[in-house]
């Protein structure tokens, strides 16, 4: 079945880059999302990109996309303290009426 | 801005009672989707509907229940709660168009409802 695995946990200082990581299964994807869940709140969308691109750059936030490997990153660039939430990667289940299948999520903490 | 709004931010239940869950969304939006979020766990889908009075299983169907009789409105059912489903339950809707940015399939969420039998 599919699959989108995450990373549980990761902590930086202020001002340092983050990056986290997602793997996926489905190969046909299209899109690839991005959403950041902050506390006692539903997720957002963040960013996403297209199965046809390898990186994209919105500000702080560089998507890298390895589809050879199936793995997908997202870097934050100088993280602040506001950062601190969860990020979901999300990819679409081609197999499954486009539903998206949600990583189980990884948790940034910025240490001031 | 796509708005999706749950009724209630926090609900405290007793086992036995049967439990509504409300999701609203004004942008017209086909298909509308629960999850239940636990830590550890992600989110997983119960429910989802691609149509007014359409619904389909998610991955973890079993003692919930859903109603859709109009579009803006999805709303999942806890027809005998219990402690198990103590949790955060998140509501989500996506159209079939893509959207201005060209992609499709983006969900739009619900602050969330959290839930708690006792």
């Known amino acids: 079945g599919e699959d989108v695995e995450q990373s549980l946990f990761l902590s930086v200082r202020e001002g340092d880059s983050s990056v986290i990581n997602c793997t996926y299964t489905?190969?046909?994807?299209?899109?690839l999302y991005w959403y950041k869940q902050e506390p006692g709140a539903g997720l957002q969308l963040l960013t996403y990109i297209f199965s046809n691109m390898d990186m994209k750059q919105d500000q702080r936030l560089t998507v890298l996309l390895n589809k050879k490997d199936k793995h997908l990153s997202l870097r934050i660039a100088d993280t602040q303290t506001g950062d601190s939430a969860i990020y979901f990667c999300?990819?679409?289940?081609?197999?499954?009426?486009?539903?998206?299948?949600f990583g189980g999520g990884t948790r940034l903490m910025v240490k001031p | 801005d796509v708005k999706v709004t749950q009724s209630s931010r926090y609900l405290v239940k007793r086992t036995g009672e049967k439990v509504f869950l409300e999701c609203v969304q004004d942008?017209?939006?086909?298909?509308m989707f629960w999850y239940r979020q636990d830590p550890g766990l992600g989110l997983r889908l119960i429910y989802f509907s691609y149509d007014v009075k359409m619904k389909e299983k998610g991955d973890i169907p079993e003692g919930y229940s859903v109603s859709r009789e109009k579009k803006e409105r999805f709303s999942l059912i806890l027809e005998s709660a219990s402690t198990n489903q103590t949790s955060m339950y998140l509501c989500?809707?996506?159209?079939?168009?893509?959207?201005?940015?060209?992609?499709?399939?983006?969900?739009?969420f619900g602050a969330g409802t959290r839930l708690s039998v006792l």
């Open positions: 942008m017209d939006h086909e298909n």
């Open positions: 999300a990819e679409v289940n081609n197999n499954a009426g486009n539903m998206l299948t």
């Open positions: 489905d190969s046909s994807s299209t899109y």
């Open positions: 989500a809707s996506t159209s079939l168009a893509s959207g201005s940015s060209g992609a499709k399939n983006i969900q739009y």
